[in-house]
C-alpha cells in the first residue's frame, strides 16, 4: 500500500469504505425516503431589504440541484430560508407540505442538513467533536453517545478524508481542511436532504471534485442534495436540475442543457460566453470572452 501526504491528512491508494450502513439503499420503487422541499412566494431580506423576490421553487426529490448566478444575487439567502436559518417576511418554505418555519427544530434536523457559508466552530474543538455535533439530532433527552454514532462520525470523517486529523483542534487547519470537517460534520447528521452553501470554497481542485464525487454518490443512495457553487462547468457536470438566479428570482431553471446557454450566462452574469459539448461528460460547458486572449475579428478587407 502506498500513501501520499495532501492537506495534513493521508489519502491511501485505497479505495474508502462504502456508503453502506449510511442509509438504506434508495430502490427504483422510492424507498430511499424522499421528501419535498418547496418555497411558495418567499421573500427573504435583512434589516428591510429585500434579497429573494417572491420567488417559488421545487427541489425535485432525490436529484441533485445546483443554484447558480452572480455575487450577491440571492444564492445564499434563498438556501438559508429554505433551511428555516432566515425567516422570510413573506410565503413559505413547505417540508413534505409543512410549513418548515413551525417545525421543531429537531423534527427538521431529523430530515435536513445545512452547511452554510462560512461556519464558525467554538474555540478549541477538535475535528471529532465538532463532526460529532452533527449526531445531535439522533440524540433523545437522555440518550447517551452510542456505536452507531460512532461508526457515523468514522465513515464521515474517512469519506471526508479528515480522519488523520480527528484529534486536531479546527482552528489550527487550513481554510480547505476546515471546510471538509464541516462537510464531515453535515454527513454524519445523516439526512435525507442536504443544503450545501458553496461546499468546494477554499478546496483544491482535486478536493473540489473529490468532495462533489462524494455528493454524487450520496445522491445514489438516495440523498436529495441542493447546493451553491460558482463554477458552472462543474454545475453543468454534476446536476440534474440547475436553478440561474438573478437579481432574487429565478430567471430558468431545468437540465444543465436547457438552462446554461449563452443567452443565460449574459442575462446572469453580464458576460459574453461561448457554451460548448464538455469533452468529459458532454455537458454544457462555459467559456468565457473577456477583453485579452480571445482571437479578434479581422479587419474588413477594401
Not at 134 to 142: D, E, I, K, S, V
Not at 277 to 293: A, E, F, I, K, N
Amino acid at each position: 500500500m502506498t500513501g501520499q501526504r495532501t492537506g495534513g491528512t493521508t489519502r491511501q491508494d485505497v479505495e474508502r469504505p462504502p456508503l453502506d450502513g449510511a442509509r438504506p439503499a434508495a430502490t427504483p420503487t422510492g424507498g430511499s425516503r424522499e421528501h419535498e422541499l418547496e418555497a411558495r412566494g418567499l421573500r427573504l431580506g435583512y434589516d428591510g431589504r429585500e434579497v429573494v423576490s417572491d420567488l417559488s421553487l421545487r427541489v425535485p426529490p432525490g436529484r441533485v440541484t445546483v443554484v447558480v448566478g452572480a455575487n450577491a444575487c440571492g444564492k445564499s439567502t434563498l438556501l438559508r430560508g429554505m433551511a428555516r436559518l432566515l425567516d422570510p417576511s413573506a410565503g413559505a418554505v413547505l417540508l413534505d407540505g409543512r410549513a418548515i418555519h413551525d417545525m421543531p427544530t429537531k423534527a427538521v434536523a431529523e430530515v435536513l442538513g445545512i452547511l452554510p457559508q462560512s461556519p464558525v466552530s467554538p474555540g478549541g474543538i477538535t475535528v471529532a467533536d465538532l463532526v460529532g455535533r452533527g449526531r445531535y439530532p439522533h440524540q433523545g433527552w437522555f440518550r447517551r453517545w452510542t456505536r452507531e454514532d460512532e461508526e457515523a462520525v468514522a465513515r464521515a470523517l474517512a469519506w471526508t478524508a479528515t480522519d488523520g486529523l480527528a484529534t486536531r483542534a479546527v482552528d489550527e487547519l487550513s481554510g480547505g481542511q476546515r471546510q471538509r470537517v464541516w462537510i464531515a460534520m453535515a454527513l454524519a447528521q445523516e439526512t435525507d436532504v442536504l443544503l450545501l452553501d458553496e461546499p468546494t470554497t477554499f478546496l483544491d481542485l482535486a478536493h473540489q471534485v473529490e468532495v462533489l464525487d462524494l455528493l454524487a454518490d450520496l445522491n445514489q443512495r438516495g440523498t436529495t442534495v441542493v447546493l451553491v457553487l460558482h463554477d458552472l462547468n462543474l454545475a453543468c457536470r454534476y446536476a440534474d436540475h440547475i436553478v440561474a438566479m438573478c437579481d432574487g428570482r429565478v430567471v430558468a431553471e431545468g437540465t444543465p442543457a436547457e438552462v446554461i446557454t449563452a443567452a443565460t450566462v449574459r442575462e446572469v452574469y453580464g458576460l459574453e460566453a461561448h457554451v460548448v459539448p464538455d469533452p468529459v461528460s458532454g455537458t454544457p460547458m462555459v467559456v468565457p470572452l473577456g477583453r485579452h486572449h480571445c482571437p479578434r475579428p479581422a479587419p474588413p478587407t477594401s
